[in-house]
């Protein structure tokens, strides 16, 4: 995306997944996992999932989005999900999808553990698929207090809008005197200077859209992401835009104060915040901090992009936010899972797991 300086380098995030007899992270690995958690907010764990562990994980997905009864997310980009430029869907806590999640939870357990604890619900499953002619999602941040996962079941391209992330913005105590005292007023900053360029971005593309053969806008579809006013957070939405109605961008944070502002850190922002843009191979996992700022952008390729997700909560989340950013399952509303259960579930056909060899007769004797 021209209007936005990205980076499309995640090297100082990576980490290469390690594991030990018994399927986990090594010591070593989950050390450096969290410092990179603990510093950035994210940490990109490159290889933790096997070529055909992840065809298993593509495979639920393409279930999900198969069936036409599937439980869309209500929760970001809904406009997108009406059109069928995105499917955002939760997937059934069926067997599959259960011990896939439990091969992760397994595998990143002394992650989890260090911010989660085992009582801690299962937010919610989720699959992240996004086609062309998608809008790009504004930057935000999700409800705080829960460790969000991305699973690559695909090598993800940039064109195909693998997940901006903006390291070094999560909250924690003390942040805020980052930065000379003024950490969160800075990151506002930069999420103002950055979202107006992805309004700009989106309406252009919307408007191009409306004579382009090879993405046909659908009947309704313009004035509904333009004029609507129906709830979407991240649409290039004018009419709720002018009326303030949009938490994550609306006329009413440009005051006069911040406006200046703006205009006086224009430079310094770009130097102190940076975009980051993941293009994960299949198996990469990314790790990041809820409260951390990031964006689903815009697909610009012909070939689906497809993620498998999952939420663990760290913190008591009232339930009235956590529908604000998640949206669980039927199915796992009625029957809630843990972090322990996941920990303790039998995980997949397909985990690495080393099996012991049977001691020979002679040893047993």
Not at 78 to 92: A, G, I, K
Request: aromatic share 8%; charged share 25%; net charge neutral.
């Amino acid at each position: 995306m021209s209007e936005l300086k990205v980076s499309s380098d995640t090297s100082a995030f990576e980490v290469p997944a390690a594991l030990d007899h018994t399927g986990k992270l090594t010591q070593d690995c989950v050390r450096e996992a969290l410092q990179m958690m603990d510093r950035y907010g994210l940490v990109v764990l490159t290889g933790l999932l096997s070529p055909e562990e992840a065809n298993l994980g593509l495979e639920l997905i393409r279930q999900t989005i198969d069936d036409p009864e599937r439980n869309r997310c209500a929760f970001a980009s809904e406009t997108d999900n009406r059109y069928l430029r995105r499917d955002f869907c939760s997937l059934p806590a069926t067997v599959p999808v259960t011990r896939f999640a439990a091969t992760l939870c397994q595998r990143l357990e002394g992650v989890y553990l260090e911010y989660c604890g085992r009582t801690r619900p299962l937010l919610e499953i989720i699959t992240l698929t996004s086609y062309l002619g998608s809008s790009h999602q504004y930057i935000h941040r999700d409800p705080m207090g829960v460790i969000s996962l991305l699973a690559a079941v695909e090598d993800v391209c940039e064109e195909q809008g693998g997940t901006v992330f903006v390291p070094g913005t999560h909250m924690y105590s003390g942040a805020e005197y980052r930065h000379g005292g003024a950490a969160y007023e800075l990151m506002e900053l930069f999420r103002i200077q950055c979202n107006w360029r992805i309004l700009l971005h989106n309406l252009k593309k919307l408007w191009q859209m409306r004579a382009d053969a090879a993405v046909p806008l659908a009947p309704g579809e313009f004035r509904d992401r333009i004029l609507s006013a129906k709830w979407d957070q991240h649409q290039p939405n004018l009419l709720r835009f002018v009326l303030g109605k949009n938490n994550e961008f609306s006329l009413r944070m440009f005051g006069p104060r911040t406006l200046w502002k703006l205009y006086r850190q224009r430079r310094a922002l770009d130097g102190l915040f940076t975009l980051v843009q993941a293009a994960p191979r299949k198996g990469t996992v990314i790790l990041y901090r809820s409260d951390l700022l990031h964006a689903g952008p815009d697909n610009r390729s012909s070939q689906p992009r497809r993620l498998f997700g999952m939420s663990v909560a760290r913190d008591v989340i009232e339930p009235k936010y956590w529908h604000d950013g998640y949206t669980p399952h039927p199915k796992l509303i009625a029957q809630p899972v843990t972090l322990g259960d996941l920990l303790d579930c039998p995980a997949s056909p397909l985990d690495r797991t080393p099996v012991p060899e049977p001691r020979s007769a002679a040893l047993v004797d």
